[in-house]
């Protein structure tokens, strides 16, 4: 069982850079892939980033493509999400979501293969 917070959201202008960090607890962290997922009130869940067990395999949302970064360190049991070049869009809550190593990578795109999430944290872009 893996449990993971969040942390690093904040008030942010448009352009500006923010660091997210998904601290996980239990064993076998390395077993799972991490996944980045956002959520306006208006609007639906969505799918931000993801990366595989290993750290080999990243997948991103085209509307992130480019000024996002998702990288994990498994000796520290820890995800990141490097946002840079933020925009109003991009507001939301921010949910860090672990799914085990048995998951069609190609399915992280979806909240289906996902079994833990934290609570998230909020991100919030002016303009």
């Known amino acids: 069982q893996v449990q993971v917070v969040e942390s690093g959201g904040g008030l942010v202008q448009a352009g500006d850079s923010l660091r997210l960090s998904c601290a996980a607890s239990?064993?076998?962290?390395?077993?799972?892939?991490m996944g980045w997922f956002r959520q306006d009130p208006r609007k639906a869940r969505e799918f931000v980033a993801a990366?595989?067990?290993?750290?080999?395999?990243?997948y991103y949302a085209d509307s992130v493509k480019g000024r996002f970064t998702i990288s994990r360190d498994n000796a520290k049991k820890t995800v990141y999400l490097q946002m840079n070049t933020l925009k109003r869009e991009d507001t939301g809550v921010y949910y860090c979501?672990?799914?085990?190593?048995?998951?069609?990578?190609?399915?992280?795109?979806?909240?289906?293969?996902?079994?833990?999430w934290g609570q998230g944290t909020q991100v919030t872009v002016s303009s």
């Open positions: 979501a672990a799914a085990p190593v048995s998951a069609a990578t190609l399915d992280l795109v979806l909240s289906d293969p996902y079994d833990y």
């Open positions: 990366i595989s067990w290993s750290g080999g395999s990243t």
């Open positions: 239990g064993r076998t962290f390395s077993r799972y892939h």
